[in-house]
């Protein structure tokens, strides 16, 4: 768990935007996508998402999963209609527009696919097309989404359950991705666009804050560790670039050091550098996650 992380936004879509891909700039890719473009190979649906932030930057086909809220089953997933928006090529090959629906890809992911659960949690539900499109060889990126959280009006109702939704469907996925096979190949990365306040509004909400958290785990993670702090105000504290301990005079965790670690976890960081650099400066370079090995798939 990676705490006091500084978005250093109130907006939800810079936020978003800064918190995917570690950058503030426009164009800035998705990890998922970036994953997807290196380690995708020939794979047409080799980012798959359900929403958040999905900025592919023209590397990779976006390919769409619908609203997983609805409950869905393998018999009739053609009506979860995955679907792939506008891929755009630079230079000479332009835009090409591509559907998906029907290739030999999604035939696999059906052959692949459990019967989809028909509880409340639409996590539960994504999270078991991902692991089937992992398993089945057609994706190796997916986003996953859980809106709601923007709670300015009653925190604590709205809040407290989907947090409970949310690391349900967190321990569901590690769970079934053992059971899939895929366990031994997987990082799972769970955060938001920002925070919220550490006090309440007069509607007993709370408001956007600058500050969040994230949760990392899978393979080459050191896990059952907390990295970062924030003070009573929920402001986020410097920490020692070497040893991470919190440190006055340290170095804010930001974004981009969370991505610094992401990008080498995944093998991605040379290829990336070039076109979309971090910028991070030298005596920051936050050993965040351990230990390191490689990992080939990433579910944000």
């Known amino acids: 768990m990676i705490n006091g992380v500084d978005v250093g936004t109130l907006g939800h879509e810079d936020g978003a935007r800064h918190v995917w891909s570690g950058r503030r700039t426009d164009d800035a890719p998705s990890f998922a996508a970036l994953v997807a473009a290196i380690h995708g190979g020939a794979r047409e649906a080799g980012f798959l998402s359900f929403g958040g932030y999905e900025e592919t930057g023209g590397m ?36 090409i527009h591509a559907s998906r629906t029907g290739t030999d890809e999604l035939r696999a992911l059906q052959r692949r696919l459990p019967v989809l659960d028909d509880g409340p949690n639409p996590l539960i539900r994504q999270v ?21 959280f923007d709670t300015h009006v009653d925190h604590d109702a709205e809040h407290v359950p989907l947090l409970a ?11 079934e991705a053992e059971r ?13 666009e920002f925070g919220r306040t550490a006090g309440y509004n007069a509607l007993r909400g709370k408001d956007h ?6 949760l990392a785990l ?59 650099p971090l910028d991070v400066a030298d005596g920051e370079d936050l050993r965040l996650f351990g230990a390191r090995g490689e990992a080939r798939r990433a579910v944000a």
């Open 60 to 95: 990779v086909a976006r390919t769409r999963g619908a609203d997983a809220r609805a409950p869905a089953r393998a018999e009739n997933f053609d009506r979860v209609d995955l679907r792939a928006d506008a891929i755009r090529f630079g230079g000479p090959l332009g835009t």
């Open 128 to 148: 078991q097309v991902a692991l089937a499109a992992f398993r089945a060889g057609v994706s190796v990126a997916v986003n996953l989404e859980l809106d709601g």
């Open 165 to 175: 939704q949310l690391l349900a469907a967190v321990d569901f996925a590690g769970e």
């Open 180 to 192: 899939q096979g895929v366990a031994d190949d997987l990082v799972i990365v769970v955060s938001s």
């Open 218 to 276: 899978g393979k080459g993670i050191a896990g059952g560790r907390v990295v970062g702090a924030t003070n009573e105000r929920h402001e986020a504290l410097a920490v020692d670039p070497t040893t991470l301990a919190v440190r006055e005079g340290g170095v804010r965790i930001e974004p981009k050091h969370v991505h610094q670690e992401l990008r080498r976890l995944a093998g991605i960081e040379e290829a990336c550098e070039a076109l979309y």
């Open 209 to 214: 804050g600058p500050v969040t958290s994230v």
